[in-house]
């Protein structure tokens, strides 16, 4: 499967921002999708996975209750609403795939995923 990410961008803390994954390929339900991101002189570190169809959602501690993460299967698609942005969220952030196989709170780490997205810039200005 290729994924592609999208709408990244320079924003204000506070403020908010959407990014999209398109997925292409193979049979976008087949897969767990999740966002990663990895900031300047850091290690990749995961920010939210979804199950297949949508019904179970996992998030790393620091995006949750501000970052949501959906998809719409007819659109090969998964999302990311960021709200309340801050300077931390700065990085570049990745879309990832991996194998509809164990329960969603064990895709926090790389090696669950076999697909990666290219990366989107989200900048958070102070």
């Known amino acids: 499967v290729q994924l592609q990410a999208s709408g990244g961008g320079l924003v204000q803390a506070g403020d908010s921002l959407r990014l999209s994954c398109a997925a292409s390929?193979?049979?976008?339900?087949?897969?767990?999708m999740g966002w990663f991101r990895q900031a300047p002189g850091k290690e990749r570190e995961f920010v939210a996975a979804?199950?297949?169809?949508?019904?179970?959602?996992y998030y790393a501690n620091s995006t949750k209750g501000r970052f949501t993460i959906s998809r719409n299967n007819a659109e090969n698609t998964v999302y990311l609403q960021m709200n309340s942005l801050k300077p931390e969220d700065t990085a570049v952030y990745y879309c990832?795939?991996?194998?509809?196989?164990?329960?969603?709170?064990?895709?926090?780490?790389?090696?669950?995923?076999?697909?990666w997205g290219q990366g989107t810039l989200v900048t958070v200005s102070s």
């Open positions: 990832a795939a991996g194998p509809r196989r164990w329960p969603i709170m064990v895709y926090t780490t790389n090696t669950r995923y076999n697909y």
């Open positions: 390929g193979s049979t976008f339900s087949f897969y767990v």
């Open positions: 979804i199950s297949w169809s949508g019904a179970s959602t």
